[in-house]
Structures are given as C-alpha cells and as structure tokens.
C-alpha cells in the first residue's frame, strides 16, 4: 500500500513556474514507477509526465508539455516533483500523482492515486 500527497499549486500568471511535490508514505518508495496525471473541468484525466519503470533516467512527457515540465524524484524523501515552467492557461487542472508496478502512460498502469492538487493558471 502506499499513500500520496501532492502539494504545491496555486494560481499562476500565464509564463510563470510552479514546482509540485508528491510525498509517499508506505512500501518501498523507490520500488514504484511513478507520474502524473492532470485533469481539467468537463475533461478526463491525461497522462502528463512519468518515470520508465525501470530506470529512473528514462522519463516520457505529454507532447503538451515537453520542454516546459520536468519530472523528478528523490528516492531518500520518498518525493516525486514536477517542475512546471511557461505555463498557460490551458495548462489549468487538478494535477494528481500516481504510483504502480507497471507505470507509463496510461491511467490504468497505476495502482494508487493522490488527491490532487488544483493549478490555476490565469491573468
């Protein structure tokens, strides 16, 4: 079993960063693939950026989000981040992180789910 907590959005001017972490509590940390996801208002949820399951150097992105987001993690804080630069306003959705066996792109690869944490960006 293990638990996820995202945490670091807020509202953001179009162009601006935001840095978002996700602490593990539970089994081995490092032992999952881990990723995010995002979904916004009347939309379902997409695959924004996640680890190759089996080497942390290998990393995949969301064709809308490449070269702006990078994904990060720190197996001794148990942390997964996603460092968002040049935001925009299509960017605006609740972003969740997600852990599991398997990992990759697709929503069912993923066995646990935080709550997500709200990102706005808006002038």
């Known amino acids: 079993q293990v638990q996820l907590v995202e945490s670091g959005g807020g509202l953001v001017q179009p162009g601006g960063s935001l840095r978002l972490s996700c602490a593990a509590s539970?089994?081995?940390?490092?032992?999952?693939?881990m990723g995010w996801f995002r979904q916004a208002p009347g939309k379902e949820r997409e695959f924004v950026a996640a680890?190759?399951?089996?080497?942390?150097?290998?990393?995949y992105y969301a064709d809308s989000v490449k070269g702006r987001f990078t994904i990060s993690r720190d197996n001794a804080k148990n942390t997964v981040y996603l460092q968002m630069n040049s935001l925009k306003p299509e960017d605006t959705a609740v972003y969740y992180c997600?852990?599991?066996?398997?990992?990759?792109?697709?929503?069912?690869?993923?066995?646990?789910w935080g709550l997500g944490t709200q990102v706005t960006v808006s002038s």
């Open positions: 539970g089994r081995t940390f490092s032992s999952y693939a």
């Open positions: 997600a852990a599991g066996a398997i990992g990759g792109r697709g929503i069912y690869d993923y066995n646990y």
């Open positions: 680890f190759n399951r089996w080497s942390a150097s290998i990393t």
